[in-house]
Structures are given as C-alpha cells and as structure tokens.
C-alpha cells in the first residue's frame, strides 16, 4: 500500500536538509567528521568518551586525561658517587690550601677557618682510632698484643715464659751446634765480648773455638788458634772483630749470629732465635 503523500514529501524535506548541512560544513571539519566516521566503532566510542570527561568536564588527572608518565622517563640521572680515595685526597687538598691561605693571608677569617677544618679532621682521625680499638678488642685474631703483650703484667709473664723456652733450647744446642770466636788482641771491643762469650758457652756447655785474627793471644781463650781464613771460606765479613759463628754440626755450615758487643740475654736470644724459629714466625 502505497504512503500518503504527506508522509513522503515530509520524508524528501528532510533528507534535503540533511544533505544542505553537509555541504556547508569547512574542509577540515569534512575531514574529521570522515576520519571518525572511517576509525573502528571502538575508538570513535573512546575518543568521545575522552572528549566529553577531559574537554567538556575537565576531569584532569585522577581520569587519565593526562596520560601518567613512566616512572624515571623524565627524572635527571644520578649523579656518579666518587670513591673514598678521591675524596680523601679531596678532604687533604681542602686542608693544605686553607693552612697555605692562613700563612700567606693570616686573617682571623682565614686563620679559623683553618682551624675549624682541621679540629674536625682530627675528630675523623680520633673515631677512626676509637674505632680501630674497640675491633682489636672484639677479634682476637687482629690483636696482637695477644703474641707480644705490651702491658707491664702481661709483658713480664711473656718474658718469663719466653726466657723458659729459650733456656730449654740452649740445654740441647750443644748436642748439634759449636761456637766460632774470632777476636783480635789490638781490638778493644773484644776484651769486652771475650768474657760474655765464655760465659754462656760455660753455661750450657757449648764448645768454643777462639780464633785470633792478628796472631794474639786471648786471656780469656788461652786454647786458641791463629787464623787461616777460616772466615773467607765461611763467607764472613773479615775485617770485623768480635765476631761469634754458629757452626752446625748435621748440616755442616755456619750460621752467623753477630758483630760487635752483645750483651748476654742478647747472644742467647740470637742462639735461639736463629736455631728454634722460623723467619717470621715470632713476630
């Protein structure tokens, strides 16, 4: 059944006005309206919802209309930190330059400033000692008062101790070792050294072998012999005198123990030393 005319004609006015519209909108609003018309029904729903909170309501941050920044995408880069060592030479230039413009320019600015950069260096310098101190006390490893005390009591009982185990060294050493003596009669030191070599070789009955290096005799060592350079071939220094040699019998070599005046617990301590420990191992 065919549609009243009143309905058509209706329908042709409209379609007419629709069509006037189009044709007066600007080129650039003809574009977006056939860019939005083109883009997926998806983003034109997206975009209208985007211009209706951001534009129209003004919604801001807390809706997205301003897009979140990725964390550290505008954020300046660190610094590179310096190592202790540079800035220890930092802090030591620092202070020679405020002492030299002290010196050369003595103002009371320049003469405190000095100070006060020096007082709080010696502030570092006194914790880190402070410091020092309490982690020797903590860690018996890094003490090593524990090997050679330095307290008055602790030092006498490591003598003590000390000077029992030497005596027990030197009660065996004649067993392996002998003593070379070499003196002169013209040498003034000798009438010195002669009588302590006597003494501790008496004592822990160690033979002596007296050596005269210029012919003469020996009040104390009547018993000795001139030599034959016995010191050449030993490897010694010839032309000092006292001189006292460790010979070592099982192995056949000399062991030099000292030039000069030595005191007894000296000549004892060296006999010891040289013949019970290991280089290094006492210190």
């Known amino acids: 059944m065919p549609a009243p005319a009143s309905k058509v004609a209706w329908r042709l006015l409209a379609a007419c006005a629709i069509a006037n519209s189009v044709c007066q909108l ?71 330059e405020l002492k030299a413009k002290a010196i050369l320019e003595p103002t009371p600015a320049n ?17 880190f000692s402070d410091v020092w101190q309490r982690a020797i006390w903590q860690d018996p490893e890094l003490d090593y008062t524990l090997q050679r005390p330095v307290s008055t009591l ?40 002669s009588p302590i070599v006597q003494s501790v070789a008496s004592t822990w009955h160690i033979a002596v072998r007296a050596i005269s290096t210029d012919g003469g005799p020996s009040r104390h060592f009547p018993n000795y012999t001139v030599e034959t350079n016995q010191r050449s071939r030993m490897g010694l220094e010839p032309k000092i005198t006292p001189a006292v040699v460790l ?37």
């Open 154 to 193: 602790g030092k006498r009982q490591w003598q003590d101790s000390r000077s029992a185990e030497r005596n027990a060294a030197m009660a065996q050493l004649s067993e392996r070792y002998g003593l070379f003596y070499f003196f002169a009669q013209s040498c003034g030191a000798c009438e010195v050294m």
């Open 111 to 127: 003469v405190t400033a000095y100070i006060r950069f020096q007082r709080a260096q010696l502030d570092r310098a006194s914790l």
């Open 26 to 96: 600007s080129p650039a609003t003809a574009q977006s309206v056939a860019s939005r018309t083109d883009a997926p029904p998806s983003a034109q729903s997206a975009e209208r919802q985007d211009s209706f909170y951001c534009e129209e309501r003004r919604l801001g941050y807390w809706f997205y209309c301003e897009r979140p920044k990725t964390p550290g995408q505008n954020s300046p880069s660190p610094a590179p930190t310096s190592s202790a060592t540079s800035q220890l030479d930092a802090i030591t230039a620092t202070l020679r």
């Open 247 to 283: 010979w070592d019998a099982r192995t056949g070599r000399p062991i030099p123990i000292g030039y000069g005046v030595m005191s007894a617990d000296e000549l004892q301590d060296r006999i010891y030393l040289l013949t019970s420990k290991e280089a290094g191992r006492d210190y």
